[in-house]
């Protein structure tokens, strides 16, 4: 019991935490005098009640958070916090046609958190500034709270990838506790994340936006989120320059932020290509976005090789990093092309980045494994480990590596066989529980990147937030929690 309260104490400080976030919009709320202000005003008073009660009930209850409490904090965190952001859109009645139901403002503010970026709202540009304020602070928060499991609770958790991160990772991390160490390690990992944003945000100025559309998208872009504050995304500007901007900054916030750190840190580039997350990321994403390009000049999409490399650039980058950007309706070109992009987005990011998916690191090791087994056919006798820059991945991290994906593919096909029971066609029905696992945003079908989930029903929102929890959790943070195991002293 006194382990549950000490979880409860914590999680009461950081609700208290993410509460004062919604200063932010109140402030701009007032400073645009766009009507909004009672709706945050109201949130920010029911939130910090419920927290300031909590904290007194369990303030007897202080100890260290353990790893395996740290667990439950996380899927707590991940619950609640996305409850509290969606009291705006919840509460604000006074203005008109924007006051969605629970089901929807939930889904809104999960998509946020969770980097998602899919969407149930329509007519965005007509909502008040500071909505979509609040909308794009949730991904750029989600963003640091990300960084924040990379470091501190995924490689505990021994599900793979993050352990095999963790020599990339600065600092030493203990095993069994949440130390200031690790307190230290997501400091300098955030530090890193507020600076490329601010500069993210002024390159975009730079580009022709506004200060307050550039932040917005700057948010979107360095959580890999996709919110956009125009319902057409980046076809609204039509900018050449300010696509290249999105991604420029879509290929840093999707490179290991612990990468980063290291460059940094030493002043050597020599990082991001002994990493050997980095060269691979990169390579997939210029390679990918290459032939996309040559696809859609070739088969005369695009009458010019430039206008086919900035579309096929961008859109590949988007949907591999799984940020979920749009800068033209994608469903248009051939069919293959934005399953292909689909399908990068499932595992392309890199671990101890901003995006969601399998993680690369994964693959990778995946592949090594495969070719150390062909290699054992022709030589049964032969040792052959599994190596990763010149050290030996264990077979106990390989396993759950297999297990990780194992668990992705079972999740995909029974949530698309519940979403085609619940009538939805499969395309649309497989494309968004894919998407919304791997936390990309949107899909094919009637969740295209020119459209949202709006056209859903309640059941199959519901349906897909949970896909964006447990896919932005690495499943096994969830799933853990339903094991007996998990239960016992």
């Not at 480990?385 to 297990?403: E, W, Y």
Request: glycine share 8%.
């Amino acid at each position: 019991m006194r382990n549950i309260l000490n979880v409860l104490h914590a999680l009461s400080l950081t609700m208290l935490g993410f509460s004062t976030i919604l200063l932010f919009p109140l402030a701009v709320s007032l400073y645009f005098e766009d009507g909004a202000h009672n709706a945050f005003l109201i949130s920010l008073g029911i939130s910090l009640g419920i927290s300031a009660v909590l904290w007194k009930l369990t303030s007897s209850s202080k100890d260290e958070i353990n790893a395996r409490n740290g667990l439950l904090l996380v899927s707590l965190v991940w619950l609640v916090f996305p409850l509290i952001a969606s009291l705006p859109f919840v509460i604000d009645a006074s203005i008109e046609g924007y006051s969605l139901t629970f089901t929807h403002a939930y889904y809104e503010a999960m998509s946020g958190i969770t980097t998602t970026g899919s969407s149930v709202l329509n007519n965005i540009s007509a909502l008040p500034p500071s909505v979509n304020i609040w909308r794009v602070t949730l991904i750029w928060v989600g963003g640091m709270g990300i960084l924040v499991m990379a470091v501190a609770i995924m490689p505990l958790l021994g599900v793979g990838g993050y352990q095999i991160m963790r020599g990339e990772i600065p600092g030493p991390m203990k095993e069994e506790k949440l130390t200031p160490r690790i307190a230290g390690t997501a400091k300098a990992l955030y530090a890193i994340y507020i600076s490329v944003s601010t500069l993210c945000v002024i390159s975009y100025r730079l580009a022709g936006l506004s200060w307050f559309d550039a932040w917005c998208h700057a948010a979107s872009t360095m959580a890999l989120g996709g919110f956009s504050i125009y319902d057409e995304g980046f076809l609204h500007y039509d900018s050449p320059m300010v696509d290249a901007v999105a991604c420029v900054f879509m290929v840093l916030a999707g490179i290991s932020f612990a990468t980063h750190y290291n460059v940094l840190r030493h002043r050597n580039l020599r990082y991001y290509v002994t990493c050997p997350q980095t060269k691979v990321f990169v390579g997939i994403m210029v390679l990918g976005g290459l032939g996309v390009s040559a696809w859609l000049y070739f088969d005369g999409i695009y009458p010019s090789m430039l206008q086919a490399l900035r579309f096929g650039m961008f859109n590949t980058i988007s949907l591999a990093t799984t940020t979920g950007f749009a800068n033209t309706d994608y469903l248009h070109w051939p069919v293959l092309l934005p399953v292909l992009m689909l399908m990068l987005g499932s595992f392309s990011s890199s671990a101890g980045s901003t995006g969601g998916g399998i993680k690369l690191i994964r693959v990778i090791v995946i592949l090594k494994q495969i070719g150390a087994e062909l290699r054992k056919v022709l030589h049964p006798h032969a040792v052959c480990p599994v190596k990763l820059h010149r050290r030996i991945v264990p077979p106990a991290i390989i396993s759950s590596i297999m297990a990780f994906v194992l668990v992705f593919v079972i999740m995909n096909l029974v949530l698309t066989g519940v979403m085609v029971m619940s009538g939805l066609d499969f395309t649309t029905a497989s494309s968004a529980v894919f998407s919304s696992l791997s936390n990309i945003g949107p899909g094919l079908g009637t969740v295209g990147p020119m459209s949202n989930y709006s056209g859903l029903s309640d059941f199959q929102i519901w349906v897909c937030t949970f896909a964006m929890l447990i896919g932005r959790l690495e499943f096994f943070t969830v799933l853990v929690l339903f094991t007996p195991g998990f239960w016992k002293k």
